[in-house]
């Protein structure tokens, strides 16, 4: 029995696997994601998140196909890889692959050289592999496992700091432009605890090692605070999210100029960017190989 406070209701395995593919196709639906005409590439990271958002994806009859970036990082890379492409073999689903070593962007030389966070820069390298895949492999929209307790830590943490641009960015759907894909969140209406019970019942095996390179990272303690309050007050993470999208997204989103106006193409690699000179993936690359010379 699966008992949720948030919803006021028990559900028996069966009935809660039903339950959890409603939430997952209303959330598709509510905000107009995509459609089942639609190629969908899905975010692999070996989680619970994205393989329970890939197998509900398939269940539902969506077509879509998974990606895997394996980041190199020594006792957690190979682990997480090894669970995504067990997954998609079991359950017959495309797996692409792609490697940052190969990109010439290993994640461990990254930590060591650059004096940056390593969680910021290793966001930023498997964003720009997410995105060139989706774009150039002809995928109508990207999808990540991203939950209900990812997205209302986020918004949290851009409302305490009043960030204006990240707020109008916020939110499960961003449309696609000027070289950008369209970028989805399926697992909106879910939280982490709803989504891991999906996993356990469906028998999702899954890479649930935490990051070597990101203890005490922000969100974490977000996440703690916000699982706090829900704890005593049931419901409320997806009335502050689902309100937002409904009342409060649209005064940022008008306050903030067109985006295809600021961007131009990287003088190194074409990508779109608004830095007014090299993209940020350049610069990394850059500074790399500066510090090995």
């Known amino acids: 029995m699966v008992a949720l406070k948030s919803h006021n209701s028990a559900f028996c395995p069966k009935c809660y696997k039903s339950f959890f593919l409603r939430q997952v196709s209303r ?11 639609d190629r969908i590439l899905v975010a692999l ?14 269940l539902l009859g969506y077509t879509a196909v998974g990606l895997h970036v394996d980041l190199g990082i ?6 997480a890889r090894g669970v995504t492409e067990r997954f998609c073999a ?30 910021s820069v290793c966001g930023k390298i498997k964003r720009r592999l997410f995105n060139e895949v989706t774009v150039r492999e002809g995928f109508d929209a990207l999808a ?35 070289g950008f894909a369209r970028k989805v969140k399926p697992l909106w209406r879910l939280t982490e605890f709803e989504t891991a019970n999906y996993a356990f019942l469906m028998g999702i095996e899954n890479h649930y090692a935490p990051c070597p390179y990101s203890p005490g990272a922000t969100f974490s303690s977000l996440k703690s605070l916000l699982r706090r309050l829900e704890a005593s007050m049931p419901g409320r993470k997806l009335d502050f999210y689902q309100s937002f999208l409904e009342r409060g997204r649209s005064f940022f989103t008008r306050s903030q100029p067109e985006k295809a106006t600021l961007l131009a193409p990287c003088p190194l690699c074409g990508y779109p960017t608004s830095s007014g000179g090299e993209c940020g993936v350049c610069r990394i690359r850059m500074a790399l190989e500066e510090k090995s010379v």
């Open 90 to 119: 079991r359950h017959g689903f495309k797996l692409l692959v792609r490697e940052t070593a190969a990109e010439g962007l290993p994640i461990p030389l990254v930590k060591e050289r650059l004096r940056r966070p390593v969680c």
């Open 74 to 79: 020594p006792g957690s890379s190979a682990a």
């Open 27 to 37: 959330g598709i639906e509510s905000q107009k994601l995509f459609t089942r005409d």
């Open 45 to 58: 990271s070996g989680g619970k998140d994205s393989l329970g958002l890939m197998l509900a994806l398939s």
């Open 144 to 178: 990540t496992g991203h939950n209900l307790d990812d997205e209302t830590a986020r918004l949290f943490s851009n409302v305490l700091r009043w960030d204006a641009a990240y707020l109008a960015d916020q939110g499960p759907f961003l449309e696609a432009e000027a």
